[in-house]
T-cell receptor
Framework: EAGVAQSPRYKIIEKRQSVAFWCNPI?????LYWYQQILGQGPKLLIQ????????DSQLPKDRFSAERLKGVDSTLKIQPAKLEDSAVYLC???????????????FGPGTRLTVT | GENVEQHPSTLSVQEGDSAVIKCTYS??????FPWYKQELGKGPQLIID?????GEKKDQRIAVTLNKTAKHFSLHITETQPEDSAVYFC????????????FGRGTQLTVWP
């Protein structure tokens, strides 16, 4: 079974530039997550999708970050304009659809390491 | 929201010894507690998880225990090997969104041969 795919793996940009990350979840996984992992910390949720609808974007800095999941499969996360503090690893994860019976295992992709100079 | 505390931040053990990592959580509504292993340059890998209706779970050399009353859970690795060296993260669900995970800050485990 193929895992979560992400691209690019590395990106270096200057502050105030824009950048986009792409994620392809595990086939059949309805729920998709974007996490931000700052060096030395655990991942922090930015946004959660169920199919193509947003479930939780309370921690997404909406003045500069945006995300979409068209057709309920692939997703893109965009930052515009980037700030120095956005330097981090951006992780995509997916799981079966969450439901009242309890959450399912989340599987992570390799991440995109963003450096903002 | 949920607050997950993880200790220790670094742990060094001799090959063959056991390693224990402990986490506490704040939200009594949390019902799912996964552990992830993250190697350098890779994404977190799920290694074991436990749900709130179970007190202990074991998978070969790895075990997790959960104490709901005290709101803490622990990862136990026995017979450690150099390839166990990595950063380990605990996590817990909580808050109003089903499935959302809150992570601890991680433990850097080093196993010396």
């Amino acid at each position: 079974e193929a895992g979560v795919a992400q691209s690019p793996r590395y990106k270096i940009i200057e502050k105030r530039q824009s950048v986009a990350f792409w994620c392809n979840p595990i086939s059949g996984h309805a729920t998709l997550y974007w996490y931000q992992q700052i060096l030395g910390q655990g991942p922090k949720l930015l946004i959660q999708f169920q199919n193509n609808g947003v479930v939780d974007d309370s921690q997404l800095p909406k003045d500069r970050f945006s995300a979409e999941r068209l057709k309920g499969v692939d997703s893109t996360l965009k930052i515009q304009p980037a700030k120095l503090e956005d330097s981090a690893v951006y992780l995509c994860a997916s799981s079966l659809a969450v439901e009242l019976a309890g959450p399912y295992e989340q599987y992570f992709g390799p991440g995109t390491r963003l450096t903002v100079t | 929201g949920e607050n997950v505390e993880q200790h220790p931040s670094t742990l060094s053990v001799q090959e063959g010894d056991s390693a224990v990592i402990k986490c506490t959580y704040s939200d009594s509504a949390s019902n799912y507690f996964p552990w992830y292993k993250q190697e350098l340059g890779k994404g977190p890998q799920l290694i074991i998880d436990i749900r709130s209706n179970v007190g202990e779970k074991k998978d070969q050399r790895i075990a997790v225990t959960l104490n709901k009353t005290a709101k803490h859970f622990s990862l136990h690795i026995t017979e450690t090997q150099p390839e166990d060296s990595a950063v380990y993260f605990c996590a817990a669900t909580g808050g109003s969104t089903l499935g959302r995970l809150y992570f601890g800050r991680g433990t850097q485990l080093t196993v010396w041969p």
